[in-house]
């Protein structure tokens, strides 16, 4: 739900062209921004979760979430509490390695995150990392000295904990 | 049986009950156009000038009804040209369908000719809208958008099918509207979208809570909107407020839901609210407001809109609860069931209020707003109208200082009887608007109250009136200036009257012979009186062009952003 000035919703649709302009367009013209948005098919190939970060209150939240609801193309909508919630996101980072040195402390801190050198040059390294939103961060934060070159993230997706699921009442 | 997808949107209609479609054919639309041919002994065809004027007249046939009105438009430009009627029906929730036909499907996404992508342009103003690539689901299709339009807060929707898909053939059975929600399809959506498309049941616990707090209450007051008149809640709304003996102020889309005379109406409520309504909604304790949204023009500083009372919001869309106010206590559902269970819940040991809002009646006094002229007065031309026309007539406005006056001075006495562009104040909205009332309401008046701005604006469907002997009246209130602007520039812009006068042409009277149709100029209460009686004798359409002051103003008016009873003049 709201944690300090933005709220996480995660929102079930059909899957047909167009759907999802419709929901961001949506967020735009109710005056909302958007921080993160990911969105993918699930097991059933005719429906996409997609997981939205936004700015907003508690009472902007729920606004939202009724508007949302009204869609026809929307199944499910759902305020989820991070504190009760998996959040993950990957982030893949190029990063300038162009001394031994550089180099092999990237990897050293690369693996205390766990994450993956996926490609190597004797100039630079690109690395991916999977985790909660604020280990995403920290790892930039490492990073940043050695020059990154390029970065890209997936976007947050989350999930209740325990049983819960997008169906479930709120 | 296998039809083409042309003659699918033809079935589907009939399915309807769809009597009368308003229109423009183009070359996108052509295979509906010419399967129409076949079937234009089932359904009447309305062509109109414009497609705008088309979008208007499905709106107000919608309104007048209560029935889904239908209109048709071709790819491109005339598509475009239905933006405005489509954001107007969706400000007002008025359930209307469109169907345009976009360029075939080997054309879309090339900028070919006439080609739009309208359903993104209309995604932001159609309750849910639909493009059709396969014709095997177009009949799906038509029976969701109709089930859309018309249920939980009706609203407008619209399909736009591919021009290939209208010559496409598919397999069709005539399922009859009753049986639609055991078809597969609309089974599915109904299960699934209960909250737009279903009426949800209120809570019976929250309606207890309202019955405590109406006990309890001093000074309760009903707020009623639309969404009454749309759910045909009108005789509960009345009802309940007899129980209670409270006050009820209307907004403007709820103007008729109750008489005029009706001893607890104090009239319309917000920016140009009566006095007693606005002074009676600051007093109250407890406010019950019952299909309405709290609009900025009723809710102008909502801030002090809660000051030392209870707010009840009883509304069919979840999303209005706490949208533009905060409320103590929101209830969704139908407005008609919830007054019902309210009423039960009242039981009958329930003890009237004392009528506390009767001392809050100002005294009668002449405003020092009122403009001297010997020119027709704006109260006295609607006193004169609802002599000759009585509870009867189905009165449509443009926007503007005329559409105030008019819900401020006209007698109302049942719901539908005023059709208005009220959310979106779509200027060129009226003319459109009573040509759809009048073909839906035939045995009934209709009298178009317009400026002459507005009617300026999309004059051309005089034409239409003509052509098809729709007797729509027109009262055109001539100030020769856009007056509700010029009324701001007045009292808040220094008098500077920027590009507001509209000293110029046409001269209507002409104008409307020019069409065929009757003109008549009234500059007194007398020639006014003549030319409506020339003109309801005549039942034929008619414009009667009343010269009045431009100074004139509409009176009592509180500026956006002050609380109800701060008047900026009374």
Request: charged share 30%.
């Given at each position: 739900m709201a944690n300090g000035n933005t709220f996480t919703i995660s929102i079930l649709v059909e899957n047909y062209a167009g759907v999802l302009s419709q929901i961001t367009r949506l967020f735009s013209r109710r005056g909302y921004n958007i921080q993160s948005i990911a969105a993918d098919t699930i097991e059933r190939p005719d429906e996409t979760r997609i997981t939205i970060i936004a700015d907003g209150d508690l009472e902007a939240a729920q606004q939202i979430l009724f508007q949302l609801r009204k869609q026809i193309s929307v199944i499910s909508a759902k305020l989820l509490n991070p504190a009760d919630a998996i959040q993950r996101s990957m982030v893949i980072v190029k990063v300038d390695g162009d001394t031994k040195e550089k180099r092999d402390e990237i990897i050293q801190i690369s693996n205390i995150f766990r994450a993956n050198i996926i490609d190597i040059s004797l100039d630079c390294l690109t690395v991916s990392v999977t985790g909660a939103p604020d280990k995403i961060e920290a790892f930039i934060r490492l990073m940043t000295p050695f020059g990154i070159l390029e970065l890209v993230r997936s976007g947050i997706v989350t999930i209740e904990r325990g049983k819960l699921t997008i169906h479930s009442e709120d | 049986m296998k039809l083409t997808g042309a003659q699918i949107v033809m079935e589907c209609l009939l399915e309807q009950d769809v009597e009368v479609v308003f229109g423009y054919p183009g070359g996108t639309i052509l295979n509906l156009y010419d399967a129409l041919y076949d079937y234009r002994d089932k359904i009447t065809h309305i062509l109109t000038a414009h497609e705008q004027g088309a979008s208007h007249a499905a709106d107000g046939y919608a309104r007048a009804t209560g029935k889904v009105g239908v209109c048709f438009s071709t790819s491109g430009p005339g598509a475009t040209n239905l933006v405005t009627g489509v954001a107007t029906a969706y400000m007002d929730s008025s359930p209307v369908v469109f169907i345009t036909c976009n360029v075939a499907s080997n054309l879309i996404?090339?900028?070919?000719?006439?080609?739009?992508d309208i359903t993104g342009v209309t995604m932001p103003v159609t309750k849910s809208n639909y493009q059709v690539r396969d014709v095997t689901k177009l009949a799906d299709v038509i029976r969701e958008a109709f089930a859309v339009a018309s249920s939980g807060r009706p609203g407008p929707v619209l399909i736009d099918i591919m021009k290939d898909v209208t010559a496409l053939t598919a397999d069709y059975e005539f399922i009859p509207k009753a049986n639609h929600a055991k078809d597969s399809h609309m089974a599915r959506l109904l299960q699934r979208k209960t909250n737009i498309i279903a009426y949800p049941e209120p809570d019976r616990e929250a309606i207890r809570t309202v019955a405590a707090w109406l006990r309890a209450s001093e000074r309760p007051m009903f707020l009623v909107g639309g969404g009454v008149v749309s759910s045909g809640a009108a005789p509960s709304m009345r009802r309940i407020v007899e129980l209670v003996n409270a006050p009820a102020a209307a907004t403007i889309l709820g103007q008729g839901v109750f008489r005029y005379d009706d001893p607890m109406f104090t009239g319309p409520i917000g920016m140009h609210g009566t006095k007693l309504s606005n002074l009676a909604f600051v007093e109250a304790d407890l406010i019950i407001a019952v299909?309405?949204?709290?609009?900025d023009r009723v809710a102008l500083n909502p801030g002090k809109f809660r000051d030392r009372k209870k707010i009840v919001h009883i509304d069919i869309d979840a999303s209005e609860i706490n949208k533009n106010v905060r409320v103590d206590l929101g209830i969704v559902g139908d407005a008609g069931r919830a007054l019902e269970m309210l009423i039960e819940a009242l039981g009958s040991d329930f003890e009237k209020k004392s009528n506390w809002v009767a001392p809050l009646l100002p005294e009668t006094r002449k405003s020092a707003y009122r403009h001297e002229s010997n020119l027709l007065k704006p109260d006295e031309i609607l006193r004169a109208l609802h002599e000759r026309t009585g509870d009867n007539a189905i009165i449509v406005t443009d926007v503007g200082q005329h559409q105030m006056w008019t819900a401020l001075h006209f007698k109302f006495s049942r719901p539908r009887q005023f059709i208005t562009s009220a959310g979106f104040g779509t200027m060129g909205f009226g003319l459109g608007a009573a040509m759809g009332a009048k073909v839906g309401c035939p045995d009934v008046p209709v009298i178009e109250i317009t400026g002459d701005g507005c009617f300026r604006m999309n004059l051309n469907e005089l034409s239409t009136v003509e052509y098809y002997d729709i007797p729509v009246i027109t009262i055109i209130f001539n100030n020769g200036t856009l007056g509700m602007v010029r009324q701001w520039q007045t009292l808040l812009y220094k008098s500077r009257y920027s590009e507001t006068t509209l000293d110029r042409g046409p001269d209507f009277v002409k104008t409307a012979e020019a069409f065929g149709v009757a003109g008549y100029r009234a500059s007194d209460l007398e020639g006014f009186r003549a030319a409506l009686d020339a003109a309801l004798k005549s039942g034929k359409a008619a414009v009667i062009d009343c010269i009045i002051d431009m100074d004139e103003k509409v009176v009592p008016m509180v500026p956006g952003g002050k609380h109800l009873n701060d008047f900026l003049i009374d």
């Open positions: - | 996404g090339r900028d070919s000719f006439q080609e739009i299909g309405t949204r709290f609009t």
